[in-house]
């Protein structure tokens, strides 16, 4: 297994980073797949797991056996075949038969750091046998190059039926391009919206209101989301305590990173990393 690595302030080293640079509509669009783990996993026996808010993107490809999804009250079978992609941000339970599973764990992101797949979008199935025969491959073997074709692939596929919603949404970062490069070395918890607002000599309320007009979010939504990524990320890839995760992040007493944490994720930091073994 090939997993990310921590780094100070909360931020991790991923395994590998693919950047994709392209212009469309005049708009010139960056995305950022980090690529945070791949293996593949071997299941003697039917399991079940439940992921109350996962904070990145899966795929999953079964070489045998499969699996079965609940996610928003719907189902969907996982068979041996297709690329799965499972995106961010919807909870989800997984009950896996007795199955052989190559999968990767990304971060797919704009210029804002979040993921470019919301909530809302589904289990999309790839059916690719040329890419689905590499998967075990690129997750097993010390292939970089191949890792990399085989994913930008995968990532186009993916991307096409959200490209109208990418260009619009870099089109409004990038006002705010500064502000996401100066978060990036910030512990979040400690990050007011008057900190934010001086980087662009203005008022609260005024950078409040063009945050949430060209983001759709409010700011503290936005560094709250952010929060609790980087929290997940540590949770899973780390094992740092609870305490030192919480000063990394910036808050004053781990007591208050237990309760953002139990608000936003609807589990204790500890329950949350119990379930880091059901990929």
């Not at 909360?10 to 293996?39: H, K, Q």
């Not at 007795?98 to 979040?114: F, K, N, Q, R, T």
């Not at 909530?119 to 010390?142: F, H, K, N, R, Y």
């Not at 700011?219 to 952010?226: E, I, R």
């Amino acid at each position: 297994m090939r997993r990310s690595i921590y780094q100070d302030r909360g931020f991790f080293a991923p395994i590998e980073s693919l950047i994709f640079d392209f212009p469309v509509a005049e708009v010139s669009v960056r995305l950022t797949c980090d690529v945070l783990e791949y293996a593949v996993s071997r299941r003697l026996a039917p399991e079940e797991w439940t992921h109350p808010n996962p904070s990145f993107s899966r795929l999953f490809c079964f070489q045998s056996g499969g699996a079965r999804v609940t996610r928003n009250a719907r189902e969907t079978e996982l068979v041996s075949g297709p690329i799965y992609h499972l995106p961010p941000g919807q909870p989800f339970t997984i009950s896996y038969t007795p199955s052989v599973l190559a999968y990767m764990h990304l971060h797919i992101s704009d210029i804002s750091g979040e993921s470019v797949f919301g909530a809302e979008a589904g289990i999309a199935a790839l059916d690719q046998p040329d890419l689905a025969a590499l998967m075990p491959t690129v997750v097993q073997g010390d292939q970089p190059f191949v890792r990399f074709a085989c994913l930008a692939r995968i990532i186009g596929h993916l991307l096409r039926p959200h490209l109208k919603e990418i260009v619009a949404r870099t089109r409004a970062a990038s006002e705010f391009s500064r502000l996401f490069g100066w978060l990036r070395e910030q512990p979040l918890a400690g990050v007011s919206v008057a900190d934010a607002a001086r980087l662009y000599d203005l008022g609260d309320s005024a950078f409040s209101k063009r945050f949430r007009r060209k983001m759709g979010v409010s700011f503290k939504a936005y560094l709250n989301a952010m929060l609790v990524r980087q929290a997940q990320h540590q949770l899973h890839y780390t094992d740092r305590t609870v305490g030192e995760i919480a000063e990394d992040l910036g808050f004053v007493y781990p007591q208050y990173f237990h309760r953002f944490f139990r608000t936003h994720c609807h589990c204790t930091p500890t329950e949350f990393r119990e379930l880091k073994a059901g990929h």
